[in-house]
């Protein structure tokens, strides 16, 4: 069964450096998100992505965040400038066609630690 | 607005017994209802859905909700709970507004099955 995948698996950066976080979702899904998991917490919505511009973002994904689609595979996740409260689990998720009742499909996630 | 409320944080129950997860639900249209699952070091696994018609709805290993409207309520089930079953399990809706994409995720029940 096809998968998102999603790298690196765990991530330690320093506060105030820039962070990429990459993911391959599913070939034929068209619809692309990013959540997080503070630990202890519920997983938030971050960020939709559709034909190349957002669709849709949450207040939590503020300036220092940004999306793209750099090629036909990967979608990625930017912090510019990490704080210690970005650490989290990170989860890109993607849905084939259109519409709200497709289910999204999560990769395993990225463990972002900030020092 | 949406959310999701699920009471329990934890559910115990004996091997071979029915088991139950509690999801109530808030939207301003009609729910698109989502149950996944998470195992350790694992992101979310679909489970089943929601969108329309029968009350009841099957999904992958062997669960089963029942959205009831009137309650507000999206029930996990599972006739017989294996061990396997121990997980931690989300419940997420989506209001079916056009152009709304994100799913608005429960904190989370954790269900241990005592063999």
């Known amino acids: 069964e096809p998968e998102v995948t999603q790298t690196p698996s765990h991530q330690v950066t320093q506060m105030g450096q820039e962070v990429i976080l990459r993911c391959v979702p599913i070939?034929?899904?068209?619809?692309f998100y990013w959540y997080r998991q503070i630990l202890g917490q519920k997983v938030e919505f971050l960020v939709s992505?559709?034909?190349?511009?957002?669709?849709?973002k949450s207040e939590i994904f503020d300036d220092q965040f940004s999306v793209e689609r750099p090629d036909g595979s990967n979608f990625t996740l930017k912090i510019r400038s990490t704080k210690l409260e970005d650490s989290a689990m990170y989860f890109c998720?993607?849905?084939?066609?259109?519409?709200?009742?497709?289910?999204?499909?999560f990769g395993d996630g990225t463990r972002l630690s900030i020092l | 607005a949406q959310s999701v409320a699920q009471p329990e944080d934890q559910v115990n129950v004996a091997e071979g017994n029915p088991l139950t997860v509690k999801c109530t639900y808030s939207?301003?249209?009609?729910?698109?209802l989502f149950w996944y699952v998470q195992y350790p070091n694992r992101g979310l696994q679909f489970l089943l859905k929601y969108i329309t018609g029968d009350n009841l709805v099957k999904g992958s290993y062997g669960f089963e909700a029942e959205f009831n409207k009137s309650q507000t309520s999206f029930h996990l089930k599972k006739p017989s709970a294996l061990v396997s079953d121990s997980a931690l399990y989300f419940c997420?809706?989506?209001?079916?507004?056009?152009?709304?994409?994100?799913?608005?995720f429960g904190t989370g029940t954790r269900l241990t099955i005592i063999p």
């Open positions: 997420a809706v989506r209001d079916s507004s056009f152009g709304n994409e994100k799913l608005t």
């Open positions: 939207v301003s249209g009609n729910p698109y």
């Open positions: 070939s034929n899904h068209l619809y």
């Open positions: 998720a993607s849905s084939e066609g259109q519409g709200s009742h497709q289910p999204q499909h």
């Open positions: 992505f559709y034909n190349n511009e957002i669709s849709e």
